[in-house]
């Protein structure tokens, strides 16, 4: 990787400044990174250096945090949002990946912003993070997986209340959803021949249909297709009982049927390293699996671990899409 990577401000009233600088201080002999935001919303203390253009951060990794200027409309209260500043949180967003669609960046890594806030101050109109990218990178959807040294999921649906789920579960986001998570996990994780789990949508994955009908109606005929297909598939399974230890290793990731079926497991499995990767993008994010935390902002007792984890996730799929890209020309 020759390319820095390219960092978002994220919500400045929240935990991203602290744990923006905390992380250029553990990887800053590592790997180089950028961050993209207002140097006021920093400390003085932070040590930044100020870069004009993303080649110049890998020189100025050594001496301080290489912050690329984007003016925000006021000054940063760490624990109280302020509307003013939601487009601009938004325009570092797209500033990012105009950054590595135009080869200047490597990849992008968000850090963390307030749903709310942007909605509320800028009309933000996608339902978080994942979409939007989606939207910036010309693709009709982008897949959310979360990821841990100790399991790995992708939620079908994301972002819906818990009543739309059986509605909006078709074959064909089902399908989609497990050809690029297994698509991904080759090009950009090395697994040659990845294996899925799939969770059932009900309780004891419908129990042959006396707890819910999508199983045999829709989930799956969809697997035995795939599987047909030569996707290493396994499901249809109970969601209670996929993620102790000994069910963990026997896949590579756990296909979820809804947003807190994938998230609660990863979660309570690893709390502090979590990732989110988004799939399907023709290019690489990452992010940390938390969020602004406002209640800690500016108090020093946010933890970088999550992002420091995310940046180096992104480094490692960065090098490993360019050797399969290579291999496959």
């Known amino acids: 990787m020759n390319r820095p990577i390219a960092l978002t401000c994220g919500e ?27 140097p006021r919303h920093f400390l003085a203390a932070d040590g930044l250096i100020e870069i004009s253009h993303p080649d110049q951060a890998v020189a100025a990794m050594a001496k301080g945090l290489p912050i690329l200027p984007h003016e925000f409309s006021v000054p940063n209260n760490p624990g109280t949002a302020n509307l003013g500043n939601a487009q601009a949180v938004i325009d570092v967003i ?23 806030v942007l909605k509320e101050g800028a009309d933000f109109a996608h339902p978080g993070h994942t979409e939007y990218l989606a939207d910036l990178g010309g693709v009709k959807r982008s897949i959310m997986m979360l ?18 789920v059986a509605v909006a579960l078709t074959p064909e986001l089902l399908r989609e959803t497990i050809l690029t998570t297994h698509r991904a996990l080759i090009r950009d994780f090395g697994l040659q021949n990845p294996r899925l789990a799939v969770a059932g949508l009900n309780p004891h994955a419908g129990e042959g ?17 795939l599987r047909a297909r030569g996707l290493n598939l396994t499901g249809p399974l109970p969601a209670d009982t ?17 947003h807190d079926q994938a998230l609660i497991p990863i979660k309570t499995v690893n709390f502090s390293a979590g990732v989110n990767v988004t799939l399907g993008l023709p290019f690489i994010r990452t992010s940390p699996d938390h969020g602004t935390a406002f209640d800690i902002a500016g108090k020093g007792l946010a933890s970088p671990t999550s992002l420091i984890e995310a940046l180096l996730a992104a480094r490692n799929m960065v090098n490993q899409r360019a050797s399969y890209d290579l291999q496959h020309a």
């Open 147 to 164: 990821m841990a040294p100790e399991l790995r999921v992708v939620p079908v649906t994301i972002h819906i209340p818990l009543d739309r």
């Open 242 to 258: 996929m993620f102790h230890p000994a069910a963990r290793e026997t896949y590579d990731v756990a296909i979820c049927m809804y």
């Open 12 to 38: 400045p009233a929240g935990v991203a400044p602290e744990i923006t600088v905390a992380a250029w201080r553990k990887l800053r002999e590592v790997l180089p990174f950028f961050v993209i935001g207002d």
């Open 94 to 116: 797209a500033r990012a990946v105009k950054l590595v669609q135009t080869g200047q960046a490597s990849a992008v890594c968000t850090n963390p912003i307030n749903k709310q």
């Open 209 to 225: 249909g006396t707890m819910g009908g999508q199983e045999n109606a829709m989930i799956i005929p969809l697997l035995n297709e």
